[in-house]
């Protein structure tokens, strides 16, 4: 019987463990590539603002952070940086800095959506006509699939 028991939990153990591995690893895998960093560059020389991702925020650990700077101008939003891989990232502009997810959630529904984030070495989105730069002061990397924080830019 105890033989038994060992087998279902060491299979439950490594079913667990591959299945989270496979959450993590998936998004890396199947990520497109990430612009060079002279088109981003380039990108980013019409910027009105420029934040780099705040570093050692309470929403910060192993598996989420971001690095690097932001660049926000009429034509979009450029990264030039790193973050942590994971899947479903949105970028948001909030109407103030956050630090952690406790933090986003009374914002969110203020907050409004730029776009996906596919890639984990830097990433161009478009800005819509319609969103205000100067009605936000942050730019958020958030986790919609786990509801959690990843970085964070104050640019104004």
């Known amino acids: 019987m105890i033989r038994w028991f060992r087998r279902i ?8 463990l591959g299945f989270g ?3 993590y690893l998936l998004p890396i895998l199947t ?27 309470r929403g910060h650990d192993l598996l989420h ?13 450029v990264h030039e940086g790193r973050l942590a891989p994971g899947p479903d990232y949105m970028v ?9 997810e406790d ?6 529904a203020q907050s409004v959506v730029v776009g996906p984030v596919k890639t984990f070495e830097g990433f161009a ?10 009605a ?10 786990f509801s959690e924080f990843i970085a964070a830019a104050e640019y104004r």
Not at 125 to 134: A, F, N, S
Request: proline share 8%; hydrophobic share 45%; aromatic share 10%.
């Open 92 to 100: 948001y502009l909030v109407p103030e800095f956050v630090e952690h």
């Open 31 to 57: 990520a497109p590539p990430s612009p060079d960093a002279a088109t981003l560059s380039a990108m980013a020389q019409d910027a009105r603002y420029t934040a780099a991702f705040a570093q050692d925020l």
């Open 136 to 145: 936000y002061t942050t730019v958020l990397v958030w986790c919609e699939a």
């Open 21 to 23: 591995l496979g959450i």
């Open 65 to 77: 952070w971001g690095e690097g700077t932001v660049s926000l101008g009429p034509g979009g939003i």
């Open 9 to 16: 939990a060491t299979h439950a153990v490594a079913l667990g």
């Open 103 to 108: 933090e986003f959630a009374p914002l969110k």
């Open 125 to 134: 989105l478009d800005l819509p006509t319609d969103i205000d730069l100067d």
